[in-house]
């Protein structure tokens, strides 16, 4: 995609790539953006989230 303009509809395209040479899922690459982001932006953690992410089964 050399020479295209940028577009938000490839950004899974550049999450498979970062997984690819990370040798993790994308899944992991998105979390990890995700987290990264709500650390920099300081988006405290949902309480409820964080609640229910502390009682898996």
Known sequence: ??????????????????AQIKEIT?????ETAYNNAMKFFRVPPDPVKHHKAGHKK
């Open 1 to 18: 995609h050399r020479g295209q303009r940028n577009s938000p509809l490839l950004l899974h395209l550049v999450a498979e790539k970062i």
């Open 26 to 30: 994308p899944n992991e690459v998105a």
